[in-house]
C-alpha cells in the first residue's frame, strides 16, 4: 500500500473523529444559557452536570445544575433541567426561554424568589413545569398559556398573586392544574371550561374570588376539584356540577358559598364531598350517593331538615360530619348499623351542635364507630352518655409500619432490614422517599394502606415485599404525608450486600420524577418531596466531568464505526510503512533537536550514553516513578549532583510537543518554587528531561493515607504557600507570563527540606500577549488539557484558559491538604463534599484526622480560601496574588510553638540556631526570595513579592 493511500485513511480518521466530537457538542447557545441560569441562583453551584447516559440528580446532588440532553441536528440540545431539593435561593433567569428542546424543568422544593420569567413560554416543547414548594411572587404570566405541549403545570405553595390569565384556556393537553397554596386572586375564568384534557384542578388556599363558573362542568374528563379557601362571597354552586360524571373528589370547604347543595346523586363515582365551612342553606338533597364514597362532610353550613336514608348502606364510608347545622329529628342508626366493618376500618359519625331529639333503630355502639352527639336536644336527658360525653378523636393523623426485628441481629448503617426479613433476616439498602398525597380520597389510611402498597409497587414495577410504608402524618389540605423505603430483593449472590443497581435506582427515580406512575382514582395526584440516596449508592454512579457532560455524551456510533473500519486499515498500511517512517523520524527528531538547541543557552545537552551510564543502563532498580509521559530515574551525575531523570517511552513520538515546551520554559524560568531543570537528551529516539532531584518526592506521596508520619498542618500550610508563589511567578513576573495548565498534587514536588517546587510544564501555555493597542486578552482559546478533578470547569466548557484556570486547580490541592482525600474518589468529588460539610456547619467532618491540634480559626479561613478558589464562576475566584496574601495572614494566625515545630523538621540541615529556625519558618517567602539568600531577619513583615 502507498504512503498517499495510508495518509489519505489517517486523514480520514482524524476528520471522522472530529466531526464525531463537533456533532456531539452541546448548543452552546444553551450552554451560555445554562451558565446564566446557574448564575442566577445565589448558591455555591459548582458545574454544570449533564446525565445523559449517567444517573440523573438528585437531592444528594447539591452544587450541582442538572441537567439531561438529546441529540438533535447535529447537537446536544438540553431536554430536562431537574434542581429538585437543593436548597437554592437566587431567581430565575430569563434565558431559561433559550432552551427550546426542555420537556421538563423542575425547580421543586427550593428558596427561589422573584417572578417566573414570561419568556418560559417560548419553550414549546415544554411538558412539565415544576416550580412548587418556592418563593416566588409576582403574576402568573400570559405566556404561559401559549405551551401547546405542556402536561402538568405546578406552581403551588409560592407567593404568586393576580389573576389566573385567560390564556391558560389554550393549555389543550394540560392535564394537571395545581396551584394550590399561593395569593392567586380574581375571577376564575370561565375560559377554562374548553380545556378539553384537565383531570385535576387543585386552586386550594388562594383569594380567587367571584362566582363559581357553570362551565367547568364541561370538563370531560374532570376527576378532582379543590378549591377550598377561597373567597366566592354570594356565589351558589352551579347545579350544573351535579353532571360531572367522572368526578371522584369535590371539595369546596370554607368558600362562603350560598344557597342549596345541588343534586350530586348522578356522579356514578364520587368519593369525596366537602362542602362544609360555608352558608349553604335547605335541605339535603335525598339522591343516593355513590357507593365509592369515603368522606362526606357538610359541617358548618345552615342545612335544615332532616338527615336524609341515602346516607344509609355506604359501604365504604368513613366520615360523615354534619356538625353545626340546623337539622331535626331523628337519627337513623342505619347509617353506621348497616356498615359491615373489619378490624382495620373505622366510622366517624358526627352530628353535634344540631337539633336532633332522637335515634331510630338500635343505639348501641358498635366497634370501631364514633358517634358525636354533644350539642342536640337527645343528649339533654341524660341519656346516651356513651355517646354525648366528651370527644376523644382518634388518633388517625399518623402512623408507623417499622416491622419488628427482635429475631434479628442490627444491621449496620444504612443498610436495614428488608420487608422480607418475615421469611429470612438480612440487611439490605432501602431507596428513601419523601411522598405526599395532594388530594386523598378517604379519610382514615389504615384501611386502604395494603390497596396502597400494592398501587406503589405495581406502579414502579416492584414486589409488594420490597416496600415498607415507614411512616404516615396527616397534614393540612388534607393531604398525606408518607414516608416510603423501597428495599432491593433478596439475591444469594450478592456477597452480604443487597441493594439496587444503578440502573434500577434510575429507572425508580425516573418514573417518579416524570409522573409515569399511573394516577390512581382514590390516592388522586402526588408529589414527591425528596428521593434520598444513602452514602452506599454514591459510588454507584460515576463521577461527572467538571463540565457537567457525561461520558456518554457525545454520541456517535456511526461515525465511530466508520473511524473504527478506517482505522484498521491504516493500521495495515502502518505495518508495511514502519521502516520507511522510521527513517524520516530520525531526520526529523534531529532537526527538531537542532531547533531546540537554540532556545536553551545554559541548559546542558546529555548525551544517551551519559544518562544511561548514571542509572545503570535504566535499571529498575534506579526508578522512583512512573507517570504517563514515561518512567523517572535517580541518578549521579559525575560532579556528584543528584538528579532526576524523566525518560519518554521509547521510541514513542507523543509528547514532543510537551517535550520541547518544558525545555524552552524551564530554561528561563528561575524561582526557589519552581523545579529546576539541569539539562536534557534529545537523540537516538530518545526524550528525557534532567531535573534537580526532590528527596521528598511528590506532595500527593506525602498526603497519602499510607503515609506512617503525615505533615501537619503547620507543614502542609507552609507547602502551600511554596506552590502557591511559584504560581504567582508564573502568571506575574514569568516574561511573557504562563499559565500552567496541570497543577495537581502530584506535580508539586518536596525537596529535602520540604519546600515545595512545581513541575511538569508540558502543558503550559504563555499568556496572550498585548495586540497593537496594549491591550491584552484575559484567555487563550486552546483545546482542553488537564487531569480530571483539577480541570477548572469554565475552560472545559468555553476552551477559554486563564489565569483563574491555575487557580481553580491550586484550590484543589488546597482541598487535599485540608482533607488528605483524592479529587475524584468512588464517585465524590472532593470540591463537592467539602462544600456540603462547610454550609452544614461540619467542616471537622472531612479535615484529615491524621493532623492534630489544627487552630480553628487558621483552619476555617484555609477551608474558606480553598473553596473561593475552586468557585465555577471565574470572576468569584481569587487571583494568586490574593491566594498568596491570605496564605500570609494565615499563616501569621498560626501558634509560635506549630511554627517551630515545623521549622525543626525541614530546616534540621543548616540552620545554626532555633532562633533562626523560627524566623525563616514564620516569614518564609519573603525577601530571601529575591535575594536567594537563606538568611532573613526575623523582623521582616511578609511580603506578596512573587521573587
Known sequence: ??????????????????????????????????????????????RLRNWRDGDPCNSNWTGVVCFNSTLDDGYLHVSELQLFSMNLSGILSPELGRLTRLTILSFMWNKITGSIPKEIGNIKSLELLLLNGNLLTGNLPEELGFLPNLDRIQIDENRISGPLPISFANLNKIKHFHMNNNSISGQIPPELGSLPSIVHILLDNNNLSGYLPPELSNMPNLLIIQLDNNHFDGSTIPPSYGNMSKLLKMSLRNCSLQGPMPDLSSIPDLGYLDLSGNQLNGSIPTGKLSDNITTIDLSNNSFTGTIPTNFSGLPRLQKL??????????????????RELNSTETIIVDLRNNRFSNISGRSDLRPNVSIWLQGNPLCSEGNLLQLCGSVIEEDNNQGSTNPSTTNCSDCPPPYEFSPESLRRCFCAAPLLVGYRLKSPGF????????????????????NLSQLRIDSFQWQKGPRLR????????????????????????????????????????????????????????????????????SKGALAGIVLGSVAATATITAIIALIIM?????????????????????????????????????????????????????KVYKGTLGNGTVVAIKRAQEGSLQGEREFLTEIELLSRLHHRNLVSLVGFCDEEGEQMLVYEYMENGTLRDNISVKLQEPLDFAMRLRIALGSAKGI???????????????????????????????????????????????????????????????????????????????????????????????????????????????QSGSILSVVDKRMSSVPDECLENFAILALRCCREETDARPSMAEVVR?????WELMPESQVAKTADLSETMSQPSSSSNYSVM??????????????????VVPSITPR
Open 578 to 630: 514502519r521502516k520507511r517512517i522510521k527513517g524520516y523520524t530520525a531526520v526529523a527528531r534531529r532537526k527538531r533537536s537542532s531547533k531546540a538547541s537554540l532556545k536553551i543557552e545554559g541548559v546542558k545537552s546529555f548525551t544517551y550514553a551519559e544518562l544511561a551510564l548514571v542509572t545503570d543502563n535504566f535499571n529498575s532498580s534506579t526508578q522512583i516513578g512512573q507517570g504517563g509521559y514515561g
Open 482 to 549: 408518607m414516608y416510603l423505603k423501597f428495599f432491593p430483593v433478596f439475591d444469594s449472590n450478592a456477597n452480604n450486600t443487597f441493594k439496587f443497581n444503578s440502573s434500577e435506582v434510575r429507572r425508580i427515580r425516573a418514573l417518579f420524577t416524570g409522573w409515569n406512575i399511573q394516577d390512581e382514582d382514590l390516592f388522586g395526584p402526588y408529589e414527591l418531596m425528596n428521593f434520598t440516596l444513602s452514602d452506599v449508592y454514591r459510588d454507584v454512579f460515576p463521577s461527572a466531568s467538571p463540565s457537567g457532560v
Open 922 to 939: 514564620k516569614y518564609p517567602y519573603t525577601s530571601m526570595d529575591v535575594s536567594g539568600s537563606d538568611l532573613v531577619s526575623g523582623t
Open 1 to 46: 500500500m502507498s504512503s498517499s493511500l495510508f495518509f489519505f485513511f489517517f486523514f480520514l480518521c482524524c476528520w471522522s473523529s472530529s466531526t464525531f466530537a463537533q456533532d456531539g457538542i452541546t448548543n452552546p447557545v444553551e450552554v451560555r444559557a445554562l451558565r446564566v441560569i446557574k448564575e442566577s441562583l445565589n448558591d455555591p453551584i459548582h
Open 443 to 462: 379519610s382514615d389510611f389504615v384501611p386502604y394502606r395494603s390497596e396502597f402498597a400494592e398501587y406503589i409497587t405495581s406502579g414502579l414495577n416492584l
Open 321 to 338: 360530619s354534619l356538625a353545626n347545622n340546623d337539622l331535626n329529628g331523628s337519627i337513623p342508626s342505619r347509617i353506621w348499623q348497616e
Open 886 to 890: 491570605e496564605l500570609e495572614m494565615i
Open 728 to 838: 504567582l511567578y508564573l502568571h506575574t513576573e514569568a516574561n511573557p507570563p504562563i499559565f500552567h495548565r496541570d497543577i495537581k498534587a502530584s506535580n508539586i514536588l518536596l525537596d529535602s527540606r520540604f519546600t515545595a517546587k512545581v513541575a511538569d510544564f508540558g502543558l503550559s501555555r504563555l499568556a496572550p500577549v498585548p495586540d497593537m493597542d496594549g491591550i491584552s486578552p484575559h484567555h487563550v482559546s486552546t483545546v482542553v488539557k488537564g487531569t480530571p478533578g483539577y480541570l477548572d470547569p469554565e475552560y472545559f466548557l468555553t476552551h477559554q484558559l486563564t489565569d483563574k484556570s491555575d487557580v481553580y486547580s491550586l484550590g484543589v490541592v488546597f482541598l487535599e491538604l485540608l482533607t488528605g482525600m483524592h479529587p475524584i474518589t468512588h464517585g465524590k468529588n472532593i470540591v463537592r463534599e467539602v462544600n456540603i460539610a462547610y
